[in-house]
């Protein structure tokens, strides 16, 4: 589709001229803008613009929402037109983060360091889940499918190592996006979590006696009479982030320092050693404590009172996201899932507010399709489908935020779901969300989320509908003329 250049010159006055625009890049389908003041955008005006599918202020980047291939053009164009040449995504981040309070900029962190993660944990979730179709009983008959057919029994444990392997070796994940974003080298960060999970260190999962009950003592290492425990930090994600953080300090500072003629033989190995000594000695044991702590509380919460800790999960889960406090749960997914408890409370109800957020965004469609709104009805229908798959902000932000009450409606669903869940302590695993998260969901508890799910697809269509002509009894405009966002 070609794009006229007269469209993108109203885009540029819609946002405030081209002087308010610090920088911009795009993606598959989105212009994302870094702007100096986003209060002097007129979203009225920027609607009314057939380029434009909608549009929505996220994490400090003002996003315009073009298609997939358009939005190539458009951007060549948009450069052309403000003169300020082509920004990396990394560059658009750097600048929106100069308006961030200082909360805003440690969530921003956390999301930087865990979100590169989600593909590689994605893929995991989703082999896990093949493996679970492999392996477990009552899904086929009596017996699983390696019972019933032995020939597949090593096909499914070497799906099961490919599966495990990036959450046995999460903190070498983790020490590599840390350190790229903490300012260090990947590599270092990616050996530093290496370290932290050697082998040869005892594993935190078999010190316990299973007929005893009673705990393995951890072996030491004696350093010129300092007892330090030999403990695999596995599956842990505060001891590797706060050492990679202290990691990126101390090779900047040694970096400054270091003639560089000696830097390779000297910034690395001092780096290393010294942080990775106060690993095991300091930062290891105490945010071990501390992740024990977080979820020990979590545990206690959806144990004592489990439908409450999910009512209220559900309800604030799509807000967070409309702020970006969303990601800072992931790190605590992570914790939960390499804990004694196997998986994790927050993730399957996720996965249920996305299911939400696109059935709220169908009945949306069926209204629009009604009142004939045929740029609206496209927009809801994709939104809806890619809803259901597990991606919300189209959705969100471009139909359900603007109309208000679909996403109330989602909101209300994922509450009431998140209260069954809860009730039901059920769990989960870090992977795909959406229709797709059941395979994430832990054996014993798929049935629970099949019916979640079947309550996510249909009430918020119902609420939606019912909320709609609620309004037109009070007089008020159900679907405006075109979404505003």
């Known amino acids: 589709m070609a794009v006229n250049r007269d469209d993108v010159r109203r885009i540029i006055d819609a946002i405030g001229g081209k002087e308010n625009v610090n920088a911009a890049t795009h993606c598959v389908t989105r212009l994302r803008l870094a702007l100096n003041d986003e209060s002097k955008v007129n979203k009225e005006e920027l609607d009314k613009i057939d380029l434009v599918k909608g549009s929505f202020a996220a994490n400090n980047q003002f996003q315009i929402v073009i298609g997939p291939g358009t939005v190539d053009e458009a951007y060549k164009v948009f450069t052309e ?26 969530i921003k962190t956390l999301g930087d360091v865990f979100i590169p993660l989600l593909p590689a944990i994605v893929t995991a979730g989703l082999l896990l889940g093949l493996n679970n179709v492999l392996t477990a009983g009552g899904l086929f008959g009596d017996k699983s499918l390696v019972e019933m057919y032995p020939q597949l029994k090593d ?3 070497i799906i099961n190592y490919i599966a495990a392997a990036p959450f046995i070796f999460l903190p070498a994940l983790i020490g590599w996006s840390a350190m790229r974003v903490f300012g260090g080298s990947p590599i270092l960060g990616l050996v530093l979590g290496l ?6 260190l005892a594993s935190q999962y078999s010190l316990g006696n299973a007929e005893t009950g009673e705990l393995t003592k951890i072996p030491e290492w004696n350093v010129f009479g300092l007892h330090i425990e030999k403990l695999n930090y596995q599956g842990q994600v505060l001891p590797v982030l706060i050492a990679a953080w202290l990691l990126a300090k101390v090779e900047r500072f040694l970096n400054k320092r270091v003639h560089d003629s000696i830097k390779m033989l000297v910034v690395g190995p001092i780096s290393l050693l010294l942080v990775g000594f106060l690993a095991f000695v300091i930062i290891g044991p105490v945010a071990l404590w501390l992740g024990t702590q ?14 409450l800790g999910g009512l209220i999960y559900g309800i604030i889960y799509a807000p ?3 702020t970006g406090l969303h990601h800072m749960f992931l790190a605590v997914d992570f914790q939960l899932m390499n ?40 927009l809801a229908l994709t939104s809806g489908i890619s809803g259901w798959l597990g991606v919300t902000e189209p959705a969100m ?6 109309l208000k009450y679909p996403f109330i409606a989602a909101v209300i669903t994922t509450g009431i779901v998140g209260a069954i869940f809860g009730s039901q302590q059920l769990l989960g695993r870090v992977g795909v969300g959406g229709v797709p998260g059941i395979i994430s969901i832990n054996e014993g508890f ?3 989320f099949l019916i979640g799910m079947i309550i996510a697809i249909v009430l918020p269509i119902v609420l939606t509908l019912l909320f709609s002509k609620f309004a037109k009894e009070k007089g008020d405009e159900v679907v405006t003329e075109r979404v505003v966002d």
């Open 81 to 106: 037109e403000t003169g300020i040449g082509e920004s990396s995504k990394e560059e658009v981040k750097t600048a929106a983060a100069q308006n961030m309070n200082p909360l805003q900029r440690a």
């Open 155 to 157: 096909l499914a444990e």
């Open 195 to 200: 370290i932290m999970c050697h082998p040869g």
């Open 294 to 307: 977080i979820t020990d509380v979590i545990q206690f919460i959806f144990t004592k009172a489990g439908w």
């Open 320 to 322: 967070l996201v409309v």
């Open 339 to 378: 804990s004694k408890l196997g998986g994790t409370y927050l993730w399957p109800i996720l996965a249920i507010s996305n299911i939400a957020q696109g059935s709220a965004a169908f009945a949306a469609w069926w209204l629009y399709k009604r009142r004939k709104m045929v740029k609206e009805e496209g």
């Open 397 to 402: 932000f471009g139909v359900n935020i603007p």
């Open 446 to 448: 798929r049935m629970t």
